[in-house]
């Protein structure tokens, strides 16, 4: 091979990664003991660079065992609120998306581990109105069924100024398109769908007790019918279940399941915070009350304390493979640089077994933890996201999004092909507007995010660049503008909904073109530029980006990363240009 420093990324899934190693070779393993988020160094023996061993893998033997490994999150950053569907031999995913759009992302797999996202559900504005939406209002809880050739999606709008809350869209396939809402007359929040073996379908939600509730979040599950032929719901309303343990808050994102003779209950309760926990009950009927299981909660890693690395576990949902096994998808977060989860919540996966007629969640463990052994399933191949995106198609990537609504003519990939043209618009990021943003989610505690601007703002007011978003009261941007006739570069902050400026540079002349770039190392922030796409400057480093979390900021959301162009406030016809938008995790 005559190699010396070969250096392989290896990718977030590392069973998508294939090398031959001969005896002349060490592996080298980086970043703890956590193999397929290290990076793998290959040397020979003439060459060694002992400084960054930390294991040595003598054979391939435990290479492959490490092969042989799922990596929790399965689904990274903002990815919250998991459900998931079997159809033969594939497998269908969505999460909630807020504010965002377009809504709720679905992604298919064969194996569990891997996924490819194959559209986005919600996709036209007559689907998913979001005006005036705060960032952690919009969509809650998706439900995704299948039944009789038909994918049903069940969730919850709440913005304020939305006409239908819970509704159902359904599609032949997956990918879409998926159908104009059908409105629920029903209360409450996260819907959920279950198909009886006669064929009726009956509709699972979170609403306030009945008789009232004694506190905020003193809820009941409940069950009616839906008639499948009219979209409504039919017959009575009756009360399943108040939760597993006394005076608990929020049982909420419930679903049923068939087995053996009972229907299940699993619900998640006590809130999507710290104190998450899964809880369970069945019942031989429906219009019974359930039991709750005497083991209640079957799954919380709140009494491990504030220091676990994973945390809120929560809001899940199962799933049979054609082999026999079951898994359970749920939320969770990773907290970092102290107890501050700027990620938000992400998609884990946990095997589970039924003893006595009970699920026990990761037998002789019961955690959630950072690998786990591969399910029974075919391989499956995940298609790698990118780094960079150079917007040389008429169409963005599925995973790009907008904040709210957006205005369409705003945007353009076709005016200036290989650029992404965005018109400034009036409405900014600290608003709850549809300023003109386009993003991706944040995926780690490092990475970088960059992208070459070319500008030309024709007034002070007028801005453009990058930034790093929580909602529309927390939030960090690196734009250009100018001053004169120079270019200047602002910092600008959002806490607490109060706008200031750190950090300010006039440059000694105009520069139409820049290069902008944002990079996070655990919780300090670098904002930097270049004129000339060679010589970087830094704006500001170590800016604190814990106020970007959700311990800081509240919410339901993880933060995105993104293109902006504004006229902060003032009508304007000016347009940015964006050659390329770079995200790339660091730790990988």
């Given at each position: 091979?005559?190699?010396?420093?070969?250096?392989?990324?290896?990718?977030?899934?590392?069973?998508?990664?294939?090398?031959v190693?001969d005896?002349?070779?060490?592996?080298?393993?980086?970043?703890?003991?956590?193999?397929?988020?290290?990076?793998?160094?290959?040397?020979?023996?003439?060459n060694?660079?002992?400084?960054?061993?930390?294991?040595?893998?003598?054979?391939?033997?435990?290479?492959?065992?490490?092969?042989?490994?799922?990596?929790?999150?399965?689904?990274?950053?903002?990815?919250?609120?998991?459900?998931?569907?079997?159809?033969?031999?594939?497998?269908?995913?969505v999460?909630?998306?807020?504010?965002?759009?377009?809504?709720?992302?679905?992604?298919?797999?064969?194996?569990?581990?891997?996924?490819?996202?194959?559209?986005?559900?919600?996709?036209?504005?007559?689907?998913?109105?979001?005006?005036?939406?705060?960032?952690?209002?919009?969509?809650?809880?998706?439900?995704?069924r299948?039944?009789?050739?038909?994918?049903?999606m069940?969730?919850?709008?709440?913005?304020?100024?939305?006409?239908?809350?819970?509704?159902?869209?359904?599609?032949?396939?997956?990918?879409?398109?998926?159908?104009?809402?059908?409105?629920?007359?029903?209360?409450?929040?996260?819907?959920?769908?279950?198909?009886?073996?006669?064929?009726?379908?009956?509709?699972?939600?979170?609403?306030?007790?009945?008789?009232?509730?004694?506190?905020?979040?003193?809820?009941?599950?409940?069950?009616?019918?839906?008639?499948?032929?009219?979209?409504?719901?039919?017959?009575?309303?009756?009360?399943?279940?108040?939760?597993?343990?006394?005076?608990?808050?929020?049982?909420e994102?419930?679903?049923?399941?068939?087995?053996?003779g009972?229907?299940?209950?699993?619900?998640?309760?006590?809130?999507?915070?710290?104190?998450?926990?899964?809880?369970?009950?069945?019942?031989?009927?429906?219009?019974?009350?359930?039991?709750?299981?005497?083991?209640?909660?079957?799954?919380?890693?709140?009494?491990?304390?504030?220091?676990?690395?994973?945390v809120?576990?929560?809001?899940?949902?199962?799933?049979?493979?054609?082999?026999?096994?079951?898994?359970?998808?749920?939320l969770?977060?990773r907290?970092?640089?102290?107890?501050?989860?700027?990620?938000?919540?992400?998609?884990?996966?946990?095997?589970?077994?039924?003893?006595?007629?009970?699920?026990?969640?990761?037998?002789?463990?019961?955690?959630?933890?950072?690998?786990?052994?591969?399910?029974?399933?075919?391989?499956?191949?995940?298609?790698?996201?990118?780094?960079?995106?150079?917007?040389?198609?008429?169409?963005?990537?599925?995973?790009?999004?907008?904040?709210?609504?957006?205005?369409?003519e705003?945007?353009?990939?076709?005016?200036?092909?290989?650029?992404?043209?965005?018109?400034?618009?009036?409405?900014?990021?600290s608003?709850?507007?549809?300023?003109?943003?386009?993003?991706q989610?944040?995926?780690?505690?490092?990475?970088?995010?960059?992208?070459?601007?070319?500008?030309?703002?024709?007034?002070?007011?007028?801005?453009?660049?990058?930034?790093?978003?929580?909602s529309?009261?927390?939030?960090?941007q690196?734009?250009?503008?100018?001053?004169?006739?120079?270019?200047?570069?602002?910092?600008?902050?959002?806490e607490?909904?109060?706008?200031?400026?750190?950090?300010?540079?006039?440059?000694?002349?105009?520069?139409?073109?820049?290069?902008?770039?944002?990079?996070?190392?655990?919780?300090?922030?670098?904002?930097?530029?270049?004129?000339?796409?060679?010589?970087?400057?830094?704006?500001?480093?170590?800016?604190?980006?814990?106020?970007?979390?959700?311990?800081?900021?509240?919410?339901?959301?993880?933060?995105?990363?993104?293109?902006?162009?504004?006229s902060?406030?003032?009508?304007?016809?000016?347009?940015?240009?964006?050659?390329?938008?770079?995200?790339?995790?660091?730790?990988?």
């Amino acid at each position: 091979y005559n190699m010396y420093t070969v250096c392989y990324k290896v990718y977030h899934h590392f069973c998508n990664m294939s090398i031959v190693f001969d005896s002349f070779f060490y592996v080298f393993l980086l970043k703890n003991d956590c193999f397929p988020l290290g990076k793998c160094f290959v040397f020979t023996r003439e060459n060694p660079y002992s400084r960054m061993q930390v294991y040595i893998f003598n054979n391939l033997e435990v290479f492959m065992d490490n092969k042989k490994k799922g990596m929790n999150p399965i689904l990274p950053g903002f990815y919250p609120d998991p459900s998931i569907c079997r159809v033969n031999d594939d497998y269908y995913l969505v999460t909630s998306t807020f504010a965002y759009f377009p809504g709720v992302p679905i992604f298919h797999s064969r194996d569990l581990v891997h996924w490819n996202q194959i559209g986005n559900i919600l996709e036209r504005k007559e689907q998913l109105p979001l005006v005036n939406a705060e960032t952690s209002e919009g969509i809650f809880a998706p439900t995704l069924r299948y039944h009789d050739g038909t994918f049903y999606m069940i969730t919850t709008n709440v913005t304020p100024t939305n006409d239908i809350n819970n509704f159902i869209v359904t599609a032949t396939d997956p990918a879409g398109p998926w159908s104009d809402p059908y409105p629920l007359d029903s209360a409450g929040i996260d819907p959920s769908l279950f198909f009886d073996d006669d064929g009726k379908c009956y509709y699972c939600g979170t609403q306030n007790r009945r008789e009232g509730s004694r506190y905020f979040g003193d809820n009941e599950i409940y069950i009616q019918e839906l008639d499948l032929n009219t979209m409504k719901l039919v017959g009575e309303s009756y009360p399943a279940w108040h939760g597993a343990l006394r005076g608990v808050e929020w049982p909420e994102g419930p679903h049923i399941y068939k087995k053996d003779g009972y229907y299940y209950l699993l619900i998640s309760e006590a809130g999507t915070g710290h104190n998450h926990a899964v809880s369970i009950a069945r019942s031989k009927s429906l219009t019974e009350p359930f039991t709750g299981h005497k083991a209640n909660p079957i799954f919380t890693h709140r009494h491990l304390g504030y220091h676990y690395p994973i945390v809120n576990v929560g809001h899940p949902d199962i799933v049979e493979t054609q082999n026999g096994e079951w898994w359970m998808v749920c939320l969770a977060s990773r907290p970092r640089g102290g107890y501050y989860r700027n990620l938000g919540r992400e998609t884990y996966l946990v095997p589970f077994i039924w003893e006595d007629g009970w699920p026990v969640i990761n037998p002789g463990k019961g955690i959630l933890e950072d690998t786990f052994p591969m399910p029974n399933l075919p391989a499956y191949e995940a298609k790698e996201i990118p780094a960079k995106e150079d917007f040389d198609t008429d169409t963005l990537p599925l995973h790009f999004m907008y904040l709210r609504n957006p205005k369409e003519e705003n945007y353009s990939l076709t005016n200036r092909p290989g650029y992404l043209e965005m018109k400034l618009n009036a409405d900014t990021l600290s608003s709850k507007g549809t300023p003109s943003y386009v993003c991706q989610r944040q995926l780690s505690f490092d990475f970088t995010a960059e992208t070459k601007l070319s500008f030309s703002p024709a007034v002070e007011n007028e801005q453009a660049g990058i930034a790093i978003y929580q909602s529309q009261s927390f939030n960090y941007q690196l734009l250009a503008g100018k001053k004169g006739d120079a270019t200047v570069l602002s910092l600008v902050k959002t806490e607490r909904d109060e706008v200031t400026v750190l950090k300010e540079e006039i440059l000694d002349a105009f520069y139409p073109d820049l290069t902008l770039r944002i990079t996070e190392n655990e919780q300090d922030l670098t904002f930097a530029y270049s004129v000339d796409g060679k010589s970087e400057k830094i704006l500001a480093d170590k800016v604190d980006a814990r106020i970007l979390s959700t311990d800081v900021a509240g919410g339901f959301v993880g933060n995105t990363i993104g293109l902006y162009a504004t006229s902060n406030g003032e009508e304007s016809s000016t347009v940015s240009a964006f050659d390329y938008f770079l995200y790339e995790d660091d730790n990988k």
